[in-house]
T-cell receptor, first 117, second 117 residues
Framework: EPEVTQTPSHQVTQMGQEVILRCVPI?????FYWYRQILGQKVEFLVS????????KSEIFDDQFSVERPDGSNFTLKIRSTKLEDSAMYFC???????????????FGPGTRLTVL | AQKVTQAQTEISVVEKEDVTLDCVYE???????LFWYKQPPSGELVFLIR??????QNEISGRYSWNFQKSTSSFNFTITASQVVDSAVYFCALSEAPGGGADGLTFGKGTHLIIQP
């Protein structure tokens, strides 16, 4: 069964460093998402991406964040200068496009745990 | 604005007991979609079910059942004859589109379910 994959599973970085989190969505999916879950808290939407551009972003997704689909398979989240409060689990998700043009059920990757020291 | 409330932070039951996880939602959309995801201790998010606002039929899948009540804006999840493997955090989520749309999913804070042997 196809699945969303994410690498690395755990990333430790120093405050102020740049990190890139990588995701490989399910191959026929067209919508891509990043979510964040701070330890013990709810999952929060960061950004959605379709047709090689951002569709929507939340207030969390400030100028420190960027997303990219550098090739036909990868979808990345970059944090330019990490802060302590960026420590969280980051989930990538993808979904198909329905015949009516909407999004179908989102399937999530296993997450990348980011620890900022 | 959309909101999902899972008032039960943690529930602990003994194996084989039935348990119901509550979910109450708020939305101004006339068409919307409700979801349940399971997050086992390993951390991934596993899709369980999606319901749309037009369909108030309850659904049963094995030991899992879902009760959607539009009149009370609730979408409760019942596990019958619980098992230790059901131990996880369960998230209820809401969106305006089948797969979350451009704005992604709005998650509740989750209910930590502990099944004791």
């Amino acid at each position: 069964e196809p699945e969303v994959t994410q690498t690395p599973s755990h990333q430790v970085t120093q405050m102020g460093q740049e990190v890139i989190l990588r995701c490989v969505p399910i191959s026929n999916h067209l919508y891509f998402y990043w979510y964040r879950q701070i330890l013990g808290q709810k999952v929060e939407f960061l950004v959605s991406f379709y047709n090689n551009e951002i569709s929507e972003k939340s207030e969390i997704f400030d100028d420190q964040f960027s997303v990219e689909r550098p090739d036909g398979s990868n979808f990345t989240l970059k944090i330019r200068s990490t802060k302590l409060e960026d420590s969280a689990m980051y989930f990538c998700a993808s979904s198909e496009r329905t015949p009516s043009g909407s999004t179908d059920t989102q399937y999530f990757g296993p997450g990348t745990r980011l620890t900022v020291l | 604005a959309q909101k999902v409330t899972q008032a039960q932070t943690e529930i602990s039951v003994v194996e084989k007991e039935d348990v119901t996880l509550d979910c109450v939602y708020e939305t101004r959309d006339t068409t919307y979609y409700l979801f349940w995801y399971k997050q086992p201790p390993s951390g991934e998010l596993v899709f369980l079910i999606r319901r749309n606002s037009f369909d108030e039929q309850n659904e049963i899948s094995g030991r899992y059942s879902w009760n959607f009540q539009k009149s009370t804006s609730s979408f409760n999840f019942t596990i019958t004859a619980s098992q230790v493997v059901d131990s996880a955090v369960y998230f209820c989520a809401l969106s305006e589109a089948p797969g979350g749309g451009a704005d992604g999913l709005t998650f509740g804070k989750g209910t930590h379910l502990i099944i004791q042997p």
